[in-house]
Each structure stands twice: as structure tokens, then as C-alpha cells.
């Protein structure tokens, strides 16, 4: 299937297909027979997602986990529906993220404030909630079995505090969902890949981001998983940039917060002023109108973030 890229390891990438091809991936982990997702995209995708486990000879009951990085919906927003048909699965998740898959009213809400009603539900659909004895709260050090293969947990905050990275014992590569940034293919020159921080509302923390991402460079990791999307290899490198990149998305905000009612179109300006600086000094293979274009969700959402953390600066 188009939809699948292997990794080796028993780890696949699905290409959901939300919004667009390479936006978002579910990532498959296959071991004894026996399957976890790490994350799980939207409602729209679970024929995708399915079609990509029967391909792979895995049936729905052979599933045993759903893997959340963090509850935003482009990760969790069909962990209800799957969790519907993967009878056997459990779904792991961050305590503070646990009581919004039970109820995601208030995830809804949140979601609503950011993208506006018509396209929470275009994008979303129905949120389904999931029975209390599926789900298990997992945090730093917590450890989960597929099989014979061993996931640890570390407590990654920083894009959001109920985030959680997987750390896969058998290859000592991690899932890092939003926590390591994201990393479009399209933007790839010559096997290179780059990364940007994902600082979209409302808990970005710069300095819980920082610690989070050199957490998982001292493991020195051949790999990690992206949930933007899929494997990125060099991570020493990607460390450096998104450090470097984590402080200049601060920086960017910090000069548009005298902005009054116009900030938000001023950040959105710097940062895309930042990211063509950025396009030119790594050599992406797009820049200019094109690189605007495939960034602008995330240009958007990435002020929105800042502005937000601005805000709680200076309440």
C-alpha cells in the first residue's frame, strides 16, 4: 500500500491522509504478532489505518495498544473510534489527558476556541469517549510490553504537559509525537531532513520544550518517529536546530507583543520571515510562496501558541 513506508524493526509509518498526503502519521509497531499504534490521527482515517494493519497481516484483535503521545485531536482524535474496533486494546495515555478521553467534552471545547466550530467538525467529526478499564495512565518511567518487546515512557513536556515519548527498548528509537518537532518530507533536499518546533496553544513551554528535546538527544537515539511527519534520522543535528529554532520563535514573539490588535498578524510575519531565513540558510528544497504555502496551518497555529504564551507572561 501507497499508505505504508517500512522501517525495518517491525515499525511502519501509516500515512492517514489527514488533511493532506505526508501531514500525519500513525505509527505501527509489530512484534510477536501482536501490534500497538502510537497515535492515531482522526475519524476520517480509521479505514486507512485498518486497511494498513490487514496489509500488514495484522488483524483487529490482534492490536494491543493505543500508543498517545498527547490528546490533541490530529493524535487522539480517533483513539475513541479505533478503540471501538480494536477489541483488545488498551490505550495508554498521560494522567493529565486520561479524564479527556473518558469525556472529551472539554477537549472539544478547546479545540472549537482554537479552530472555530465548522472546521473542529469537518476535520474532527464526533469525538468518541472510551471506557475507564481500557485506558492506562503511564508517566515517566512507566513500562508497557508488545509481545517480547518493551516501550518505555518518558514524561516529555514542553508542546504540552501531558505529553509522553515512547522509547522502543528493542531499537532504542523513539516516538516523539510533537515533542521533537515536526519534519515535512516535502521539505527534505538530498536524504536531509529538518525540523521545526511545534509551539501551538496552549501550553507550549519553552523551557519544558528545551529539556524535553535534550532528554531525548542524551539517549542518542539511530532514530526517532514524528508524528509530522514519520522516521528522521542525524537527531544530534535536529537537536541543535530546534534549540536554536525554540529560541527564535520566543524571540519573534517577544517583538510582537507591544503589537495591540495587530500582533497576531506581526507574529505571523516573523515567523514567516524566520522560516524563510531558515529555508535559505539549510537549503529546503522549497522556499519562498511555495514553503509559505505548506507551512501556513502551521505558521497559524504556531502564533496562536506563542500569542497565547505571551499572554502568560503578562497576564
Known amino acids: 500500500m501507497e499508505s505504508i513506508i517500512d522501517y525495518g524493526h517491525g515499525i511502519v509509518a501509516i500515512d492517514s491522509g489527514f488533511v493532506r498526503p505526508r ?9 510477536d504478532g501482536r501490534a500497538a499504534l502510537v497515535d492515531t490521527a482522526t475519524n476520517s482515517n480509521t479505514t486507512t489505518v485498518l486497511a494498513a494493519l490487514a496489509a500488514r497481516g495484522i488483524q483487529p484483535e490482534q492490536v494491543d495498544w493505543i500508543l498517545l503521545t498527547h490528546i490533541h485531536l490530529d493524535h487522539a482524535g480517533a483513539a475513541g473510534a479505533l478503540a471501538r474496533l480494536l477489541p483488545n486494546a488498551r490505550l495508554s495515555v498521560h494522567p493529565r489527558g486520561a479524564r479527556h478521553m473518558t469525556d472529551p467534552s472539554r477537549l472539544v471545547v478547546g ?6 466550530a465548522e472546521e473542529t467538525r ?41 505529553h509522553v515519548c515512547y522509547v522502543d527498548e528493542a531499537t532504542g528509537h523513539i516516538f516523539t509525537g510533537d515533542t521533537f518537532g515536526l ?8 536524504g536531509r531532513a529538518f525540523v521545526l518546533p511545534v509551539t501551538t496553544p496552549n501550553q507550549f513551554e519553552p523551557e519544558a520544550m ?5 532528554r531525548i538527544a542524551a539517549l542518542r537515539p539511530e532514530a526517532v518517529y514524528v508524528t509530522h511527519f514519520g522516521q528522521v534520522r542525524d537527531v544530534s543535528r535536529l537537536a541543535a536546530d530546534l534549540h536554536r529554532l525554540i529560541d527564535a520563535f520566543v524571540a519573534a514573539a517577544r517583538s510582537a507583543s507591544g503589537a495591540g490588535t495587530i500582533r497576531h498578524e506581526r507574529l505571523k510575519a516573523a515567523l514567516s520571515t524566520l522560516l524563510e531565513d531558515e529555508a535559505q540558510r539549510q537549503n529546503w528544497r522549497l522556499s519562498g510562496d511555495a514553503m509559505r504555502e505548506l507551512l501556513a496551518a502551521d505558521i497559524e497555529l504556531n502564533a496562536q501558541g506563542l500569542a497565547d504564551w505571551l499572554d502568560k507572561q503578562n497576564p
Open 23 to 31: 501531514l500525519a502519521a500513525v505509527h505501527c509497531i509489530v512484534e
Open 111 to 116: 479545540t472549537v476556541a482554537v479552530y472555530g
Open 122 to 162: 469537518e476535520k474532527y467529526g464526533d469525538i468518541l469517549p472510551i471506557a475507564p478499564d481500557r485506558i492506562v495512565e503511564v508517566n515517566e518511567d512507566s513500562v508497557l510490553r508488545l509481545g517480547t518487546r518493551t516501550i518505555r515512557v518518558l514524561d516529555t513536556p514542553g508542546h504540552a504537559r501531558h
Open 183 to 190: 519534519s515535512y518530507r516535502e521539505l527534505d533536499n538530498a
Open 210 to 214: 528545551h529539556e524535553s528535546v535534550e
